[in-house]
């Protein structure tokens, strides 16, 4: 640091914001600039099950996430267990209809 009070930090930084790694200088292959889109197509809310919304995750409780469509909040894990339950309900719907007599056609 500069004894200097337009210096903010080491040599050749002019700014705090200089002190700030952008994706391109972080080593975190995580923050690298993609060209590619990356998301979750076809998520449907738990809560109303709309198609392809937008989620909110806060950053102080990232466990607990919104559906912008409901305003809803749900956790991920209570999401799977919703749909594993209407996966369960729907299995054995499944499997009713596949003990049913198999009808002859009427002509």
Not at 2 to 10: A, F, H, K, R
Not at 13 to 22: N, R, V
């Given at each position: ?11 050749g ?10 994706p ?84």
């Open positions: 640091m500069s004894d200097d009070p337009l210096t903010y930090g080491p040599a930084t002019s700014s705090w914001t200089d002190l700030i790694p952008t391109k200088q972080s080593k975190d292959p995580s923050l690298d600039p993609s060209p590619s889109r990356r998301g979750f197509v076809g998520l449907r809310c738990p809560k109303c099950g709309e198609k392809d919304v937008t989620f909110s995750i806060g950053l102080s409780n990232v466990g607990l996430i919104e559906c912008d469509d409901c305003n809803e909040e749900f956790t991920p894990e209570s999401a799977v267990a919703e749909w594993r339950e209407q996966a369960d309900l729907w299995r054995s719907v499944v499997d009713f209809v596949g003990r049913a007599p198999v009808l002859e056609e009427q002509v």
